[in-house]
């Protein structure tokens, strides 16, 4: 049995300067609001845990801890190996600032650290999609040029499909032809048919057929008649008389 291992993610981190105003019991009642959330309080901080995702042996695998200080908020969180670490970030400060939301009447924040921490973050996405930018343009320009060389295929597969359908109907014009005057050839009639009228007449004409009369009548040309007839003869149908 062939066992699947889970690589183990990377941490990261980073700090927000802050100035607690209340107490850390308050600061932990207010995050206990979210459910999903587990909180442990220290006598110098607030640990907070969130926990998304575990290994197969139950060990946290995608997870985020939060430490909130009396003058900075501590930031650590794993970096799955498939995952952006930028993206991650991003997902890690939504967070933070969803709690901070909570807090804020606990700690006195500067806007500015603030701003600093998401423009940062911003800028590194910027690199981020700007590369993923890039990869896709060249996919893009790939993917054009298949598109360009099937489109002057397929031109060529059209003209050829076209002069295709251009010979058949010159062929299918040439059997009709072929067809037409094969049948005036032999007057329309089948072999069979023209056979049984042969015997019909030489029965009627007692055993005589004028060749000249009964091609008019029957509008085929002299010669096939003397070919029928020398068929009926070498087949026992009708005997030559002298």
């Known amino acids: 049995m062939v066992e699947e291992r889970m690589l183990s993610p990377k941490v990261d981190g980073f700090r927000m300067k802050v100035k607690l105003e209340g107490k ?4 932990a009642r207010a995050l206990n609001s979210i459910s999903f959330l587990k909180i442990a309080k220290e006598k110098e901080g607030v640990n907070v845990a969130y926990v998304e995702s575990r290994s197969i042996d139950k060990t946290p695998y995608l997870f985020s801890m939060m430490k909130f200080k009396k003058n900075q ?13 930028t993206k ?10 969803n709690m901070i939301t909570l807090v804020e009447p606990y700690y006195e924040i500067d806007n500015k650290v603030v701003y600093q921490l998401v423009e940062e973050t911003m800028r590194q996405l910027e690199d981020y999609t ?10 893009y320009d790939q993917l054009k040029r298949e598109v360009e060389n099937l489109r002057r295929s397929t031109h ?9 359908s251009k010979e058949n109907y010159e062929l299918k014009n040439e059997s009709d032809e072929l067809k037409v005057r094969f049948e005036k050839l ?15 007449w030489v029965i009627d004409h007692n055993g005589n057929i004028n060749i000249v009369d009964f091609a008019r009548h029957n509008r085929v040309p002299e010669a096939r008649v003397e070919d029928v007839l020398n068929d009926l003869v070498r087949q026992g149908y009708l005997e030559q008389v002298q």
């Open 24 to 27: 850390f019991s308050d600061v």
């Open 73 to 85: 908020i501590e930031v650590v969180y794993t970096v799955p190996n498939n995952v952006s670490p």
């Open 88 to 97: 991650r970030k991003l997902d890690v400060m939504r967070y933070l600032l």
């Open 130 to 139: 700007t590369g993923d930018y890039k990869t896709l343009y060249k996919q």
């Open 156 to 164: 060529i597969y059209k003209g050829q499909v076209k002069s295709l």
């Open 186 to 200: 032999h007057g329309g009639i089948s072999d069979s048919v023209l056979s049984s009228r042969v015997q019909e």
